[in-house]
Each structure stands twice: as structure tokens, then as C-alpha cells.
């Protein structure tokens, strides 16, 4: 149905607001002219207009209304509100819902929202499409193990793609959580330990879901709403627990986990979401600090802030407020523009407002923040542009996407150990391998945690992929489950697998984590691989066969005992959608294997949390000299099993002719640096090459490492290229000693090109002065 007809077949007339969007369409005034006290994202003076020309009208139960979101039948990520959506539906006070799919289904609802509202404001759309919507991508941290911009912003792309065409606008991603601690589940949602890359990283994926350079792009049908989150420092809850505690200093928010969330805000992010955990005593949906304080006033972001899941609610968990009308002033002062479906603001405000405990004008500003959005999506001028059945049909699953997923997938594969090079298993040399373990035929896990509309039942196995990689070649299979994903059949099957493997040339074993095993409320204190798995390899082992292992998880694993009896191991993480067939394009050779990890191994869960970019001691250990009463373990070294960086390949890369154009440069100069990179080996291949530096002296303490380059280089067998690096004044400026101004101090710098943090070998040093 066409929105002439709809709004023809409606009961209440719309001629006023249809004529003062029209009359605000024909005026260019600037800003200044506002009747309402908020700043615009959009920047856009005709926009600008036709938001305060619909608040004039609108009543205040609609405009807190516009701040209730209310969550569908889809996942449930928390404690589930009575359901009183319909309620509000009929009296026109939803401004948004997630969790419902499809573009027939969103059109009933938003026919709905239309018909009921007395001005006749659309519904906003969102969901959890984090990594993917229909074609499934790899779950983040694996993606981010590509170190591939172009490739982050391409997936995010086709994800908006197909959200857009079923009637989705706005999506919770990308999460930017630094995380440190391996047992936080959350951790496959982001991309790692290191505020750097994981700034390039968010900026490339805001980018992909919005498509966009300036917010006019949005007048496309197949851009997204982008939205931050969580803020802040959710990656820092102590002892890795979900929900649980954040308490650290100012300086490390503001160097360690600020970044990246700052760099969305430069990147036109459009939303932020709260998170769950407190800072410093007060929860982040409360805080005044974050949300005015920083985000606006320092960092002058002007889109909206969204709550987690009945984050709100929370605050008298929390022991932050007394009640839920006490919650809902505390957020709503802080500067929460949307309760995501907790019902405080619909309930609450009204009364709050009335008592003077929360003023008409920060109502005002949440209400125009939203509605903003709803006209730069064009969802005023065509309520049904984003739910387009046919374009739908068209579009969500496309073969064209599948094979981009492929392609991502493989990108994302860590080639950890490569004993005698046991892998590629080439397939014009005769071999027999078994096919082990329980991730092997596994289908449901390929996804990984919020595969939101992905199908579990079309992912592609890993015994799918690679018999068709290898039908018809000298390779050939035999088959044992083993064990299972859930721990519930003990050994029960060892005897099968035992007699698979005795005839095998080669062992491939597949395992990991089930998938419900990561992600929120995913946490775990024991992060080795399950018993059973690791009693089958220690059974499989004793036959003294060359052993290879694939591993899908959603985060660092303790693989000690793995790296240590193993001759092959392939972090393959959550691949996604084409799951099994990646995997046998590294298998087999086809595709070489150059991601690296962006979040640090560790040896055991003790080292945790475990990060490349510490600061040193007054004590600091030398491992190589190892002496009593230093920072140190007694039954266990520092050093972690795969440093952050660290990643094989099938080939060799020999890093050689480090050279400086100069040793020392001012803050208006800068400093080049160069570095001869060959491929030594005998297949064409990608190096991450990285450079680190650290400050040796300064006013505070900086990090032993520091991520400040890199580039991804392809290199054929036998070929040279030189990489080049540059250093200025931003390169080496930090947080002074107040913790919020950038300085950059002389002194003496060290500097490392690498491959990974753990490489020390080849290394100069260079000064400002």
C-alpha cells in the first residue's frame, strides 16, 4: 500500500503536519533560528526546521514517547518487561523497535504506528546485525584478524545491504570494547586489545553500515544507522564477568578504551548505546560525566543515545537509584535519549517532568535526536521505503554475498603453529586423513553469537567443505566424530576415533567452544578446550601421527598443551555462513593464510588479563635472565603463548635494511622509515608488517609497545618490496600529566618493524627534540 493511500484510509487527518513538513522543506534558515534548544547531527537547516515544526505540536506524552523502544519476539538479551507494546502502539508513544523481521511483517507494524500516532511519526526499526544479517560473516575478532579496512568496510556494506531491503534501519554495531580478559564472552563482538587498529577498525565498520561520508547518503534505502557501543569500557569488567564492575582511573579511560569510541564520533557515527557496567561508582547509564560531559561536550557528538537492554531499570540494582522513577530522572538528566525496552521513560517522565525534576527541554533535545533520524532516513516522506518485499527477495543471500563471506572467512583464519609443514594438505599428494572431532560435521556453532537472521542449517560444515575441495584427488577421508561439543558423551566415542586414525597418514581434528559458550553472558573461568577434546588429542597423540588441529571459538584460548603436542593448529574462530569451505581453501593451500591475531594467547588463565601494551615495573623481569624478586611468575613465564600480532604463513617473510632518513626530528618535521621485506619461501603470500615504538622516557609512564602502523603487503615467491612508515609529532604524543591534553615531550624513542609485538629483532631508536 502506497503512504498516499494509507494516510487517505486513516481516521485523523494529516493536512497540518504534512503542510509544515512542506512549508519546513521550502525554508534554508540557519540554525540559529531553532525554537528548540538542541544540536543538529545532520547539520541540515531544512531538517532542523521540520523537527522543531513537529515538536511544536506534539504533545509531551508523545515526545516521550518517541524515547520508548520496545523489543519484538526475536533474542532476548535480558530480564523481559511486560508486554505493554501494543498498548503504547494504539496510543502513537513507540519511537522505535527491534527484534521484529521482515519487510511484510515491520509494514503491518509500521501501518500501525502511522494510523495511531496523532501526527503520524514512523517507527525506527533496529536490530543486532553485528556481523552479518542473512549471509553470515565472520563473528568480529576473527574479521579484525584479517587487518583488512577495505574488507571490514565491504562486509558491514553487504550487512546493511540486506537488513535495509527487510525493513531495518539502525543497527546495535559495531561494538568497540577494548578487551583484555579472555574469559569476557563479549570479546568475539569486537576487535581486540588495542585502541589503534581497533580505532581504524570501528571507523571502517560505522562507515560500511552507513555508507557514508555526510549523512545525505542516508537518503539511500541501503544505509543503516550506525550505533556505538557499549560506553564505556565495558571490556573492563573485573574478573572478565558480564555486567560485572568497572573501577580504573580516568588516564586509562581515557588512553585504553576511549579511543576507539572517539573515533566513531569522527566518523559520523550517528548513535551511541550505554553500557551495563558502573565506572568509579556510578553506572554508565547515570552518568552525567560520559554522556554530556564527554560525548557532547568534548567530543561534540549530536546523535542519540540509546540504553542497552533495560539498562535503566538496572541503575536500582545497581544501588543507584531508589526506584524506577528515580532511575528514569538520573538517565534522563545524564543525557539518555532512548529506554531500550524498560518502560522507565514511558511510565515516569511525564510525572517527572510535571514535578520539575526533569525539565520539558531535555525532553525536547531527546525527542528532536530522534526524530532528526526518522527524517534524514526519509522514513517521513516514505514510511515503507525500507520494506521492500521484492527488493528483499532480491537481495538477502545473494551469491555474490556468500562468496565475499567466503573470502572473509578464509582472511580471518591464524595459522598458530606449523610444525615440519604438516599443512597445506596439497591435494595432488596421496594421503589419508582423518577427519576428527566434534566440530568436524558441526553446523549449528559455524555461525557463532548473534548470527541474527543467518540460517544455522545453511552454513557449510567443515567435512561439507572439504570433501568437495578434495573429491576426486589423491587425498582421501575417513570419519569419527569422537566426542561431543557439550561435554554429555564423555568418551563414548574414542574407540571409533582411535580406529579411524590408526590407518591415517595425517589426523585433522576439529573443536572449539559450542557457540552459546561465547558471547553476552558468555563467560567462562576455564578457557581451555573441553576435557574430552583434549583427552581424545592426548589419545590420538599417543598413535604418533602428524596431528592437525582446526579450532572455532569466540575468543583466545589457553592451547598450551595443543601448541606443545601438536604439529599443526589453525585458529578458524566463528567462521560463518561459508564456513567449511573456507577453511579447506587454508587446508588445502588454495587460499595462504595471513591473518594475525589482534587480542593476546595466553599460557593459562592465570596470566589474565594479558595485554602487548603494558607498562613495565620497577622490577621489570628479564626472561632470558631470569632472577628472584622480580614481576614475575614461579610457575610461569611472562611472556604469553601467541603474542598480539603474531600469525603464520604457508611461506617465509625475511624483514631486513631497517632504515631511518634521519635520527631525531622537531614538532614540525618528521621522520621516514623504511624496511626491506622478501618472500623466502616457496609460496606467493601476505605479511602484516607493524610498527611499534615506545617512549623510553616521560612525564608519565608509557606502554613497553605501542602499535602505530602497519600495512598489509602481497608478495610473490622470491619478491622484494620496501615498506615505508612515518613518524611526526602525532605519532609519539600521549595523554600529560592532567590526562587530558596531548603532548609530545623530547627524548629518546625505541622503534621495532615486526611481525608481531613478541618481535623484537629488529629494532632502532630515534629522538624529538
Known amino acids: ?81 511486560d508486554d505493554h507494546f501494543k498498548g503504547y502502539l494504539k496510543k502513537g508513544e513507540v519511537g522505535s523497535m527491534f527484534n521484529v523481521f521482515g519487510a511484510k511483517g515491520l509494514r503491518k507494524i509500521q501501518e500501525e504506528a502511522i494510523k495511531n500516532s496523532p501526527h503520524h511519526i514512523p517507527i525506527l526499526f533496529a536490530a543486532d546485525v553485528i556481523h552479518g544479517y542473512k549471509t553470515i560473516f565472520p563473528m568480529p575478532l576473527g574479521e579484525a584478524a584479517s587487518w583488512d579496512l577495505g574488507m571490514m568496510y565491504k562486509t558491514a556494506r553487504i550487512a546493511a545491504e540486506e537488513a535495509s531491503s527487510t525493513g531495518i534501519s539502525w543497527t546495535f554495531a559495531p561494538m568497540v570494547d577494548i578487551g583484555r580478559d579472555a574469559r569476557w564472552g563479549r570479546n568475539m563482538e569486537g576487535a581486540g586489545e588495542d585502541a589503534y587498529l581497533g580505532s581504524l577498525i570501528a571507523e571502517a565498520r560505522v562507515k560500511g553500515f552507513q555508507g557514508i561520508t555526510t549523512y545525505k547518503d542516508f537518503t539511500k534505502p541501503n544505509t543503516i544507522l550506525a550505533c556505538t557501543k557499549h560506553f564505556a569500557a565495558y571490556g573492563a569488567t573485573e574478573s572478565g564477568r558480564e555486567y560485572n564492575t568497572v573501577d580504573i582511573s580516568d588516564r586509562t579511560l581515557r588512553e ?47 546523535g542519540m543515545v540509546v540504553t542497552d537492554y533495560t539498562a535503566i531499570n538496572e541503575l536500582v540494582a545497581h544501588g543507584f537509584a531508589a526506584d524506577l522513577k528515580e532511575a528514569g530522572m538520573k ?46 532516513l526519509g522514513l517521513f516522506q516514505d514510511p515503507f521505503r ?21 573470502k572473509a572467512a578464509a582472511a580471518s583464519m591464524v595459522l598458530l603453529k606449523n610444525k615440519n609443514n604438516v599443512l597445506p594438505l596439497q591435494k595432488n599428494v596421496a594421503k589419508r586423513v582423518a577427519l576428527i572431532g566434534p566440530m568436524i560435521k558441526e553446523r549449528r556453532s559455524l555461525n557463532g553469537e548473534w548470527a541474527i537472521r543467518g540460517d544455522r542449517k545453511e552454513s557449510v560444515t567443515l567435512y561439507e567443505g572439504l570433501t568437495a575441495k578434495y573429491k576426486g584427488t589423491k587425498v582421501k577421508f575417513t570419519y569419527a566424530k569422537g566426542c561431543d561439543l557439550l561435554n554429555k558423551e564423555g568418551h563414548k566415542g574414542f574407540a571409533a576415533a582411535l580406529r579411524a586414525a590408526r590407518n591415517a597418514d595425517v589426523i585433522l581434528f576439529a573443536g572449539g567452544e559450542d557457540f552459546n559458550w561465547s558471547g553476552e553472558a558468555a563467560c567462562r573461568t576455564n578457557i581451555q578446550l573441553p576435557a574430552p577434546q583434549v583427552d581424545l588429542l592426548k589419545a590420538l597423540k ?17 592451547l598450551s598443551w595443543e601448541d606443545a603436542n601438536l604439529d599443526g593448529i589453525v585458529e578458524a574462530w566463528y567462521p560463518g555462513t561459508e564456513a567449511g569451505n573456507a577453511v579447506a581453501d587454508i587446508i588445502s593451500g588454495d587460499v595462504n593464510p595471513a591473518a594475525k591475531i589482534t587480542m593476546t594467547f595466553p599460557r593459562n588463565v592465570g596470566q589474565v588479563p594479558i595485554y602487548y601494551n603494558r607498562k613495565n615495573t620497577g622490577r621489570p623481569l628479564d626472561e632470558k635472565h631470569w632472577a628472584d624478586y622480580k614481576s614475575s611468575y614461579i610457575d610461569s613465564p611472562n611472556s604469553p603463548l601467541y603474542p598480539f600480532g603474531y600469525g603464520l604463513s604457508y611461506t617465509s617473510f625475511q624483514y631486513s635494511n631497517l632504515k631511518l632518513d634521519q635520527k631525531s626530528f622537531t614538532k614540525d618535521g618528521q621522520i621516514k622509515v623504511s624496511v626491506d621485506v622478501k618472500n623466502t619461501g616457496k609460496y606467493d603470500g601476505q605479511e602484516i608488517v607493524q610498527m611499534y615504538i615506545r617512549d623510553i622516557a616521560a612525564s608519565v609512564t608509557r606502554p613497553v609497545k605501542e602499535l602505530k602502523g602497519f600495512h598489509k603487503i602481497a608478495l610473490k615467491k622470491g619478491e622484494t618490496k620496501t615498506v615505508h612508515f612515518t613518524i611526526n609529532k602525532k605519532t609519539i604524543e600521549f595523554l600529560g600529566l592532567d590526562a587530558k591534553t596531548l603532548v609530545a615531550e623530547p627524548g629518546k624513542f625505541d622503534l621495532w618493524v615486526a611481525k608481531s609485538a613478541g618481535d623484537n629483532s629488529l629494532h632502532t631508536q630515534f629522538s624529538y627534540q
Open 386 to 406: 525500507y520494506m521492500d518485499e521484492a527488493r528483499e527477495k532480491a537481495t538477502v543471500g545473494k551469491p555474490e554475498f556468500r562468496k565475499v563471506a567466503r
Open 1 to 81: 500500500m502506497k503512504i498516499q493511500q494509507l494516510l487517505k484510509n486513516m481516521a485523523m487527518p494529516i493536512i497540518a503536519p504534512a503542510m509544515l513538513i512542506m512549508a519546513a522543506s521550502c525554508s534554508h534558515e540557519p540554525s540559529a533560528t531553532q525554537k528548540y534548544d538542541w544540536q543538529s547531527y545532520s547539520k541540515d537547516p531544512v531538517i532542523e526546521h521540520k523537527v522543531d515544526s513537529l515538536l511544536s505540536i506534539m504533545s509531551l506524552d508523545e515526545k516521550i514517547g518517541q524515547m520508548s523502544q520496545f523489543a519484538g519476539q526475536g533474542a532476548v538479551t535480558g530480564p523481559k518487561i
Open 331 to 376: 538517565s534522563a538528566n545524564a543525557g539518555i535519549d532512548m529506554d531500550m525496552n524498560g518502560e522507565v521513560f514511558v511510565k515516569n517522565l511525564h510525572a517527572l517532568v510535571k514535578e520539575g525534576k526533569v525539565s520539558e527541554k531535555t525532553i525536547n533535545r531527546a525527542a528532536a535526536r530522534i526524530l532528526e533520524l526518522k527524517f534524514m
Open 256 to 302: 585504553t578504551y576511549f579511543p576507539t569510541y572517539h573515533a566513531t564520533v569522527k566518523a559520523g557515527v550517528a548513535t551511541f548505546m550505554t553500557s551495563f557496567n558502573e565506572i568509579a561508582g556510578v553506572p554508565s547509564t547515570g552518568s552525567k560525566y560520559l554522556y554530556t560531559d564527554v560525548l557532547r561536550k568534548e567530543w561534540g557528538f549530536t
Open 542 to 558: 599417543k598413535l604418533h601421527k602428524p596431528i592437525v588441529m582446526v579450532t572455532l571459538n569466540g575468543r583466545p584460548l589457553d
